[in-house]
């Protein structure tokens, strides 16, 4: 696998989980996974075991010299080579820090992309598959099937996480890729007049997934095709949908060890407290009598912000104003939107905004929330609406994407959340609503929507066994060449 993220070295959003579980529980099924990323700042060197000689990309004209260090994912065998470059990866920030984009991710990314096909003869160790993720790897379909007979090409698998990422560049970058100008009409490249990086993975992996089957379907769509639908429909005979798997060994109130107070779901009862260590730590008032809803979320469009904060159409106001709640928001993001919640955060003493990153106030939010909200425009998978379900937190979610595939409204026959038709203000303030009115009126519901959803699993180890299928149908389809 090639990757920009894997917790624990990296790690902006769900790939990163998605990334190293997946490694994983491909280890433990006793396939043979090993991990090509950037050695960014933060990864430290001191751990890891360093390459007598470094590897050398050839990009065109230019070369990179690049040490290689290796490392291992946690609790496997899974190889993790680590791609030290001063001028490309010497920062800390993945793709840019405080919301600006490096201006020099194609060139940075594309170095990574030719690195995960130099590597393989480098160590004598031939991959049958090269996985890609996201835009930033998406060349390396492209890359695999140039200047090699068929027989030695890697299969290759591209998983898209995020359509809303693309990496599109002016036509005039072509040169920072390594392909040639006489490349460029086969290679898949071009959109709408300019270089569009995941259409050329789209079009030459032999195989695309994406991380939910509705997502899968949507992307289909021009509503969420984000320009790229019917190049996808000409693919969809090679495309998956899989959904992500929960790490639980990380992500289960029975032995999550950012709480001081340990539940189940037979004493989840016990939840009560983790809620009034959470009102304590963020300075609320400690009460059960009113419901905490809780959000952990890049602070992004994608993720129902607009509707949330916009001055004078933004839902969250409203709720804070009219109903009996407690809100706390931890995120980073566009600079607008932590703008307006540091706003609102000094207007309501109901509203506590967390602006920064910070895993084990994620934990602990999951555990003390009554209610998670995530009232996304469109979403791949999401991770913490499945977080939520194992915690005995009720999810407040739109129907789209993995959302749709994971969550069920409550209704008097059951449920597990509640479904919000899409993200708009009045729709996110009649779901807090029914929260309200749920929690004042029916502790009985309450208690039997959050054990329905303790219930429910999201192993990673089916999801591997779907990404198995995927990749055995990449080898026959290469072979077939
Ligand atoms: P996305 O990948 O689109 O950001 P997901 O729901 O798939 O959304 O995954 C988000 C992951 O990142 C979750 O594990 C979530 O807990 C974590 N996360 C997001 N923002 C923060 C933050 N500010 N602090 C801690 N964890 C965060």
């Known amino acids: 696998m090639v990757t920009t993220e894997a917790v624990p070295f990296a790690k902006s959003g769900g790939l990163a989980d998605a990334v190293t579980a997946l490694a994983q529980e491909l280890d433990r099924a006793g396939h043979d996974v090993r991990l090509l990323m950037p050695r960014y700042y933060g990864i430290r060197r001191d751990q890891l075991f360093r390459f007598p000689s470094p590897l050398r990309v050839q990009i065109g004209e230019e070369h990179y010299e690049s040490a290689v260090y290796e490392g291992r994912l946690p609790d496997s065998e899974v190889v993790v080579y680590f791609l ?3 001028e490309l990866f010497g920062r800390d920030g993945i793709y840019g820090v405080g919301g600006e984009a490096f201006d020099d991710n194609l060139h940075r990314f594309t170095v990574l992309s030719h690195a995960a096909l130099t590597i393989g003869p480098r160590l004598g160790w031939e991959p049958e598959i090269i996985h890609s993720h996201d835009w ?3 060349l390396v379909p492209m890359l695999a099937r140039r200047g090699q007979s068929s027989a030695h090409q890697p299969a290759t698998v591209l998983t898209v996480h995020n359509l809303g990422y693309q990496g599109s560049y002016p036509v005039g970058m072509l040169p920072k890729t390594g392909l040639s100008w006489s490349e460029l009409p086969e290679s898949g490249l071009l959109h709408h007049d300019e270089l569009n990086m995941l259409k050329a993975g789209i079009l030459n992996a032999d195989m695309v997934t994406t991380v939910s089957p509705t ?16 190049v ?3 693919r969809s005979e090679r495309l998956a949908g899989i959904l992500n798997g929960v790490d639980y060994s990380l992500w289960n109130p029975e032995r999550d060890h950012h709480l001081d107070v340990n539940y189940t779901a037979e004493t989840v009862a016990l939840k009560e407290r983790s809620k009034s260590a959470l009102q ?8 059960n009598d009113v419901p905490l809803i809780g959000t952990v979320s890049r602070l992004v469009s994608q993720k129902g912000f607009a509707e949330l904060l916009a001055p004078g159409y933004g839902a969250l106001p409203t709720v804070l104003t009219e109903m009996p709640i407690q809100v706390v928001v931890l995120g980073t993001g566009e600079p607008e939107y932590e703008y307006q919640l540091r706003r609102l955060s000094d207007r309501f003493p109901n509203l506590t905004a967390i602006i920064g990153f910070d895993d084990g106030l994620a934990h602990r939010i999951e555990a003390g929330a009554d209610f998670f909200l995530m009232p996304s425009r469109y979403e791949p998978c999401g991770l913490n609406q499945l977080y939520s379900l194992r915690y ?8 789209t994407g993995g959302l749709a595939d994971t969550v069920r409204d409550v209704t008097p026959e059951g449920g597990t959340g509640i479904v919000l038709g899409h993200a708009c203000p ?14 004042k009126e029916s502790p009985n519901q309450i208690a039997a929507v959050r054990r329905a959803g303790m219930k429910e699993r999201y192993a990673w180890e ?3 066994g779907h990404y198995l299928e995927a990749y055995a149908r990449a080898i026959s389809y290469r072979a077939s060449v």
Do not use: C, K
């Open 136 to 138: 930033p790897t998406a």
């Open 426 to 439: 009045s729709e996110i303030i009649n779901g807090i609503r029914r929260a309200v009115t749920m929690w």
């Open 84 to 86: 030290d470059h001063e």
């Open 392 to 399: 005995g937190t009720i999810p407040i979610v739109t129907r």
């Open 215 to 230: 997502y899968a379907a949507e992307i289909q769509t021009p509503l969420h095709g984000f320009s790229l639908d019917q």
């Open 280 to 287: 304590t730590e963020l300075g609320l008032p400690v009460t």
């Open 462 to 464: 089916s999801a591997a």
């Open 232 to 234: 996808l429909t000409s």
